[in-house]
């Protein structure tokens, strides 16, 4: 039997790195859980111990998993705070995460809006309008999408301040990294196209009108309708290029086929 070579081991290293980080994003492991024991974590992933060894050896390199002497491996923690935090990069990182999030924002943003409808003071609405206006600006003179992003963000914060709940602030802040990818994501894929930009537009500014009038239902639905509107239109983006590129390489396959020119 032919030793695998250096190569081949890491390429291994790195399958069973990912089918780790895909429980991980599966909820089949959590932040701070400890691993299986390796016969189970083997039996799972289908590899050997010294393959699964390898793997992990990946995962905490990227800082994904910790292993403590006497106690051994777990997943990482997730920071407090989110910043630098591997384990935030990788759920980053996933596509997934995108819908996930916006699930996740329409949960609790809905419900900071319409708690900032009912609670927010005159100071609270007039940084909300202020936010507004820079979010308005900030299209007018067209800046680039990343500081478009942080706008609309401070934006969406300003609303969530205004509920006075420091739990769902707090809650929100941690999340900062990931919503400003959530954002980024929703402007880089849906401003350059007229219609679902112009709907975006309608959408905060009938939320920025039901916060700082006091309508507080209206603030929740305007809230909710906005992100899922954001996840409707990514999906339906996204099945459009799946298409297309199903079309391309049905017609590249059928010019394959056809017979070369003669000279």
Known sequence: ????????????????????ERMILDGVLKPGQPLLSERRMCE????????????????????????????????????PDGGGNPL????????????????????????????????????????????????????????????HARVDHAFHLAICEASHNPVLVQTLRSL?????SSVFASLSNLYHRAERKRQLDR?????HHAVTSRLPEQARRAAIEHLTSISDNLREIEQ???RLV????????????????DD
Do not use: C, N, W
Not at 108 to 129: K, Y
Not at 246 to 261: C, F, Q, S
């Open 44 to 79: 799972k992933l289908g590899v050997s111990r010294t393959a699964l060894r390898e793997g992990l050896k990946v995962l905490r390199g990227r800082g994904i998993i910790e292993t403590a002497h006497g106690k051994g491996s777990q997943v990482s923690a997730m920071a």
């Open 176 to 180: 900062t990294d990931l919503l400003l």
């Open 246 to 261: 199903r079309a391309t390489m049905r017609l590249e396959g059928l010019d394959a086929l056809d017979p070369p020119a």
């Open 203 to 207: 959408q905060h500014a009938r939320l």
């Open 88 to 147: 935030m990069h990788l759920y980053s990182a996933h596509p997934r995460t995108l819908y996930d999030l916006l699930e996740v924002r329409a949960l609790l943003e809905g419900e900071s809006a319409r708690l900032a409808a009912l609670r927010g003071t005159e100071a609270d609405f007039i940084l909300i309008s202020r936010r507004y206006q820079a979010l308005i600006d900030a299209q007018r003179l067209g800046v680039d999408a990343e500081a």
């Open 1 to 20: 039997m032919t030793a695998a070579g250096p190569g081949r081991s890491r390429q291994l290293a790195d399958v069973v790195a990912e089918r780790i």
């Open 240 to 242: 459009e290029e799946q």
